[in-house]
């Protein structure tokens, strides 16, 4: 993921651990990060989505 991202140019937003519960959940329709918030994955999730934010709070829009 690192490297990747690296020789794209672009951020790393994080690294979802592959566990059973991220496809079970998706399967029920029900997220990890609900069914399962304090978790490995849960936490994950929660950290892009915050990351995501932060960015684009911090991003200027360009007047028209």
């Known amino acids: 993921g ?3 991202a690296e020789k794209l140019g ?3 937003l994080g690294q979802v651990p592959l566990i059973p519960e991220i496809r079970s959940g998706g399967d029920r329709g029900t997220p ?3 069914e399962h918030p304090s978790s490995e994955a849960g936490s994950v999730f929660r950290e892009i989505a915050d ?3 932060k960015q684009l709070a911090n991003r200027k829009v360009p007047a028209n």
């Open 2 to 4: 690192r490297v990747t």
């Open 10 to 12: 672009t951020q790393l």
């Open 32 to 34: 990890v990060v609900v």
């Open 51 to 53: 990351t995501l934010l």
